[in-house]
């Protein structure tokens, strides 16, 4: 909500159920984009009938693993004009090739000054939850990194990272003391936020 200040457009990836566009005061100058499987989307919408978005909202069916970019761009999508990005409970699912690619699409689509917030697991986390096939969600996790600066330096974003857990999300509700994150080989999940500060 600080960061559309300065930037107009919105894109949620990997969407899913999200209805921020239309529970939050969003201006309806504010474009928000939101990219998810056509099942997805049709199933939301279909729950959402008659639910009156706040802001310019454009639902878009595709696969992220896939090309999106120019589904994005049709939709009306400006290249010259700030945006906020949120990648949020996607990056893990996604083996490190795609997830390369995804960030370089990303950084490709914005200009200097966007937005960027996205949660990411670590590799001991990834690894563990890997080997367990009857894990409902983790079971299905491709990717983690101990090193998310780095990971979204390489395209020209400076990030802040937390974890939950640490004074900035804790929120009362973590009683365990976090081992540093100079202890590798440890399972973490990463908050991230950030902003374009170069051009590729």
Same mark, same amino acid.
């Given at each position: ?16 159920? @999200? ?21 997805? &989307? ?14 310019? +909202?454009?639902? &878009? ?5 896939? !090309? ?5 761009? !049709? ?12 990648? !949020? ?8 090739? /795609?997830?390369?690619?995804?960030? /370089? ?13 996205? @949660? ?13 096939? /009857?894990?409902? &969600? ?7 990194? @101990?090193?998310? !600066? ?20 804790? +929120? ?13 080989? /440890? ?14």
């Amino acid at each position: 909500m600080e960061s559309i200040a300065e930037a107009p457009q919105i894109v949620i990836l990997g969407s899913g159920l @999200d209805t921020r566009a239309f529970r939050l005061p969003l201006a309806s100058t504010i474009n928000l984009y939101e990219i998810d499987l056509p099942e997805i &989307i049709n199933y939301k919408l279909n729950i959402l009938n008659g639910v009156m978005p706040k802001c310019n +909202y454009h639902p &878009i069916k595709g696969d992220l693993k896939q !090309e999106w970019a120019d589904k994005l761009l !049709e939709s009306g999508y400006e290249t010259n004009k700030p945006t906020v990005w949120l990648l !949020e409970g996607l990056l893990m699912y996604l083996d490190e090739t /795609k997830v390369h690619q995804l960030l /370089k699409t990303i950084s490709e689509l914005s200009i200097v000054g966007s937005f960027l917030g996205a @949660d990411l697991v670590s590799v001991k986390s990834w690894q563990v939850g890997a080997q367990n096939s /009857k894990a409902v &969600i983790s079971g299905h996790w491709k990717h983690g990194t @101990d090193q998310p !600066e780095q990971l979204f330096a390489t395209y020209g974003w400076e990030v802040s990272v937390v974890q939950p857990g640490d004074i900035r999300a804790n +929120y009362g509700r973590y009683t365990v003391e976090l081992p540093p994150r100079e202890m590798e080989g /440890k399972r973490r999940s990463y908050l991230v936020v950030g902003k374009k500060q170069k051009i590729d």
